[in-house]
């Protein structure tokens, strides 16, 4: 069984539009992430979360907006979506933020922006 | 800040065949360096860490990697790869709340 959940796998959102991204963690963790991958760029950190706290956000734009109502969800909200946000997004988890804690990732969600 | 570089995007060999992935960072302190493993469509998945103490981590799967201070490398190698070990292979850096910071990838093909 996946240890954590995303949705939806894929995703098509027409220009302008707001999608919302969703992971659940079933891994008892305390720290979330969401980190995206794109053709132009290699796997790029987005934010971090610790008890439901944003600890980092390394996002430049405020489209990007995450979301935490418990515990062992972190979702991804992005309005104005624009061509060249399309990318798998991908959430992972650990334990806490202690340097080195292993991470966990999701399978990702695929976005494509017309 | 940290950086981690993988010098080859493409690496092939044949089944059975030893194969070093290479990678090497800059830093500005205490770092953890990590490998990854992707397969196609999936998301990645841990293969071995290092922090201090003995330079060669052993990892799942026959995968072990050596850090060395020196060169600011920390390589990945098997002795004897096998098909499914056909993916993208990411190093990666963190340090400050555990943000990993991602080399571009070693996508390796195994043939048959």
């Known amino acids: 069984d996946p240890k954590i959940i995303q949705k939806p796998k894929y995703l098509v959102a027409v220009t302008g539009s707001e999608k919302i991204l969703i992971c659940e963690q079933y891994?008892?963790?305390?720290?979330m992430y969401w980190y995206r991958q794109s053709a132009k760029k290699p796997l790029e950190f987005m934010f971090s979360?610790?008890?439901?706290?944003?600890?980092d956000n390394q996002t430049a734009s405020s489209r990007f907006q995450p979301q935490s109502s418990k515990k062992n969800h972190l979702d991804l909200q992005i309005t104005a979506l624009k061509p060249d946000d399309s990318a798998t997004y991908f959430c992972?988890?650990?334990?806490?933020?202690?340097?080195?804690?292993?991470?966990?990732f999701g399978s990702g969600t695929r976005l494509l922006v017309i | 800040t940290q950086t981690v570089s993988q010098s080859d995007a493409h690496v092939t060999v044949f089944e059975g065949d030893s194969v070093e992935l290479r990678c090497n960072y800059s830093?500005?302190?205490?770092?953890?360096l990590s490998w990854y493993i992707q397969h196609h469509g999936r998301g990645l998945q841990f293969l071995l860490k290092?922090?201090?103490?003995?330079?060669v981590v052993q990892g799942v799967n026959g995968f072990k990697a050596e850090f060395s201070k020196s060169d600011s490398s920390f390589h990945l190698r098997k002795a004897s790869v096998h098909w499914s070990d056909s993916a993208v292979y990411f190093c990666?850096?963190?340090?400050?709340?555990?943000?990993?910071?991602f080399g571009s990838g070693t996508k390796l093909t195994v043939e048959p």
């Open positions: 290092y922090y201090s103490g003995n330079p």
């Open positions: 891994l008892g963790h305390n720290a």
């Open positions: 979360y610790s008890y439901q706290k944003l600890m």
């Open positions: 990666a850096v963190s340090a400050n709340y555990n943000v990993l910071y």
């Open positions: 830093y500005g302190g205490s770092i953890y």
């Open positions: 992972a988890s650990s334990q806490d933020l202690a340097g080195g804690s292993d991470y966990t």
